[in-house]
């Protein structure tokens, strides 16, 4: 069983807006970090943005800082990926990671190893 699902994804233009979501289906243990991964056609997994649940710590990848803000609901079952002023290059497939842990392996937030609950993926496609 899936545990987080992701919706949002569709195709916008450059320079135009879209806010990701993915919620925690069943909440029985507590995640200790939401966030996402895009994966643009040809190309590896990559992190994008995470935040932690405890301390509500966030972390992005260099290319979406500035345009790219993640957040979560007050219940901390779901995360939100609001992304601004998109560009082609960001084009590709966002999936939602989640982890009761996010240190099973001492990696880098950025390390999709660390994560042991995918969503499907939501497709963005960034054209004119």
């Known amino acids: 069983q899936v545990r987080v699902v992701e919706s949002g994804g569709e195709s916008v233009q450059p320079g135009g807006s879209l806010t990701l979501s993915c919620t925690d289906t069943?909440?029985?243990?507590?995640?200790?970090?939401m966030g996402w991964f895009r994966q643009a056609p040809g190309q590896r997994r990559e992190g994008i943005a995470m935040r932690y649940s405890a301390g509500g710590f966030t972390y992005n990848h260099d290319s979406v800082k500035g345009r790219f803000t993640i957040s979560q609901n007050s219940a901390k079952t779901t995360v939100y990926l609001q992304m601004n002023n998109l560009k082609a290059r960001d084009t590709g497939v966002y999936y939602c990671a989640a982890d009761e842990s996010c240190q099973r392996y001492g990696g880098s937030w950025s390390a999709p190893i660390e994560y042991s609950h995918w969503g499907q993926g939501t497709q963005v496609t960034v054209s004119s």
């Open positions: 069943t909440p029985t243990t507590t995640l200790a970090c």
